[in-house]
C-alpha cells in the first residue's frame, strides 16, 4: 500500500486530496495546522497530524512521527492569502509578506527538505506542490497581490530546483496550478462564475499529477491540462 502526505488537509482543496487518496488505497497522513471537523471526518483509517509547515519545530516533529518508513507521495496544499486590500502595492507590509511566505513557499522546502529521505526510500516517489497562475510572470497583466504572487513565484522557482536536483533520484516534481476554486482562501471566489468546487479541482489535479513521468518534472500545469508559463 503506497503511503502519502498532505498538508492543508482540513479545508478545501487539501481535503479533497486526502479524500482522493483514501479512495485510491494509500496509508494517508493528513496534516493541518487546524485540526477541525473536516480533516477529522476522513475516518479512522487516517493519520491526523497537527503541522505547521512554516515552523521548524512542527516539521520536524511530523517528520520524527513519520519515522523511517518510505514516502511515495508528498502533497503540499497548505497556503495563505491575505485579504486583497491588504496585500497592494500602498497597503502591503514585512507582516503580510512574512506571514505569506512561510506558509506558501517556505513551508513546501522546509517540509520536503525533512521527508526527502523518505521519498528517496520510496520506488516511484512523487510531490506535488500547489502553486497559482499568479505566480507566472509572463501571465501577470492584472498586478496587485504582491506577497501572494511573489510566494507562488518563489515557490515555483524552488520546485524547479527541486526537480532539477532530484530527477536523476527518479523523483517526479508536478507544479500545479488549481484555476479559480472556492475555498475559504479567497472569499471572492465564492461569487465568480468560472469558479469550481474544491472536489472538481481536485479530482483533476490528480489526473494530472499522476500522469507525469520523470521528462515531465519540473513543469507548471493548469487543471485543464495544460503547460503554463514561468
Known sequence: MPTAVVTGANSGIGHSFAQI????GYTVYATDVQLGSKIQ???????VTHLDVGTPDSV???QKH??????????????????????TLTSSNLAVFSKTFVTNTFGPFLLTQA?????????????????????????????????YRSSKAALNSI??????DLKDKGVVVVIMHPGIVKTGLDANSHTMTEAVEAD??????????????????GRFWHREGMELEW
Open 60 to 62: 520536524s516533529a511530523f
Open 200 to 217: 472538481e479541482a481536485a479530482e483533476k489535479l490528480w489526473k494530472i499529477l499522476m500522469s507525469k513521468k520523470l521528462d515531465d518534472t
Open 41 to 47: 471526518s476522513l475516518g479512522h483509517s487516517v493519520d
Open 21 to 24: 487518496l483514501v479512495r485510491e
Open 159 to 164: 520546485s524547479k530546483c527541486m526537480a532539477v
Open 115 to 147: 521527508l526527502l529521505p523518505n521519498l528517496l526510500r520510496s520506488s516511484r516517489p512523487r510531490i506535488g506542490n500547489m502553486s497559482s497562475r499568479v505566480g507566472s510572470m509572463a501571465d501577470n497583466s492584472s498586478g496587485g497581490s504582491y506577497a
Open 66 to 87: 513519520f519515522g523511517d518508513q518510505p514516502l511515495d507521495l508528498l502533497l503540499n496544499i497548505a497556503g495563505v492569502m491575505a485579504p486583497h486590500g491588504s496585500d
